[in-house]
């Protein structure tokens, strides 16, 4: 009996730390799931679900997808999971007063976010795309981005950090079911053998996050290596009958 109860404290902590650890755009996508009487924070298999829509488990995860490692191959083994990632397609940088009389500073990024950033998160789990109980629906977002002065830095070292992101709207969906989906976006633009400078121009990203993309083709199972190019490596489509 003693140890039930400590693992109902355990589960009770873990659900109050979540809770007060989510940020705006965490809270307002879950709510939107959530929306019509979906059951939230519900503890599944020993892991705090966000959201409950009939048989399917919703998790929102705005930043990398690397704390899910263990909890998502766990969660997928019995139960079909939707991964909802946001990218802000439209950002407003909302920068607070140092003046608490003043009002907030609101101006729009020039930058544009595209679903090709989904990378950089899923750089860490790429191969559990390929699970049939897995969906990741990336939402192309308009957010508003909080900034507030740094003041752990002296005068002299005068920086805004992040301190939000809260949600303004839905401009679209994205579902992706397998790597080759993500891959399919691309194709078209791309070469018969490709390098990662051909994926950054396809994508029109960073060659940083064109590098993140290769590895997840590769792990994924869309794409081999299938030479050099000096240093660069070359890639092929892999082709499946």
């Known amino acids: 009996m ?8 355990r589960l009770a902590r873990t659900n109050s730390i979540g809770e007060l650890n989510e940020r705006s755009l965490h809270r307002s996508l879950k709510a939107r799931y959530a929306a019509g009487g979906n059951a939230t924070e519900q503890t599944i298999d020993g892991f705090v679900a966000d959201v409950v829509v009939g048989d399917r488990i919703v998790e929102v995860h705005t930043g990398s997808f690397a704390p899910l490692k263990r909890k998502l191959p766990r ?3 019995r139960h079909r999971v ?3 990632h946001p990218i802000a397609r439209d950002r407003y940088i909302v920068k607070a007063s140092t003046d608490p009389l003043a009002p907030a500073k609101r101006r729009k990024s020039p930058k544009h976010g595209s679903v090709f950033e989904v990378f950089s998160a899923l750089v860490s789990i ?10 990741l629906e990336v939402l192309l977002t308009v957010e508003e981005e909080v900034r507030a002065v740094n003041e ?5 070292r005068y920086a805004w950090v992040r301190v939000d992101r809260r949600l303004v709207d839905v401009a679209a969906t994205c579902c992706i079911e ?9 194709d078209a633009e791309l070469p018969e053998r490709f390098t990662t400078d051909d994926l950054a121009a396809a994508m029109r990203s960073p060659r940083r996050l064109a590098g ?6 590769r792990e ?13 490596l070359v890639y092929r489509r892999v082709r499946h009958p």
């Open 75 to 77: 969660l997928l083994a």
């Open 2 to 9: 003693r140890h039930g109860k400590d693992e109902q404290r």
């Open 152 to 156: 752990g830095r002296s005068r002299w």
């Open 220 to 232: 994924g199972g869309v794409s081999e290596v299938c030479g050099k190019r000096g240093n660069a």
């Open 126 to 135: 790429p191969a559990l795309l390929a699970h049939p109980n897995l969906t």
């Open 82 to 84: 939707t991964l909802v």
């Open 178 to 186: 397998s790597m080759a989906d993500l891959f399919a976006m691309l």
């Open 212 to 217: 993140q993309a290769a590895f997840c083709f």
